[in-house]
């Protein structure tokens, strides 16, 4: 069993930057694919950005790549999400998930945070 919980959501301006931090419990995640999605309120949870295991590939959804980073740390059991210019339209409630796979995935994950919400104000 894998608990994850998000931290790092909040109020920011439109061109601002927020890091959201998922911090993972109860096993490695040496082994671990994971993502970040995120939900707006009224709308689907869509797919946002994904790493493999060992974080040498990673997957962007087309409305945020170049403005935000993944990337994973192993040794601290930690998934991070990097936003930059964050726009109006990047307000949702993020959510971080995992799997054990050695494959990077976009969907069919186990495990799920709680989320953090994010808001962007123009």
């Known amino acids: 069993q894998v608990q994850l919980v998000e931290s790092g959501g909040g109020l920011v301006q439109a061109g601002g930057s927020l890091r959201l931090s998922c911090a993972t419990s109860?096993?490695?995640?040496?082994?671990?694919?994971m993502a970040w999605f995120r939900q707006a309120p009224g709308k689907e949870r869509e797919f946002v950005a994904a790493?493999?295991?060992?974080?040498?590939?990673?997957h962007y959804a087309d409305s945020v790549k170049g403005r935000f980073t993944i990337s994973k740390d192993n040794a601290k059991n930690t998934m991070y999400l990097q936003m930059n210019t964050l726009k109006p339209e990047d307000t949702a409630a993020y959510y971080c998930a995992a799997k054990g796979t050695n494959v990077i995935i976009i969907r069919g994950f186990d495990y799920w945070g709680q989320g953090t919400q994010v808001t962007v104000s123009s």
């Open positions: 790493i493999n295991y060992n974080a040498g590939r990673t």
């Open positions: 109860g096993r490695t995640i040496n082994n671990y694919a």
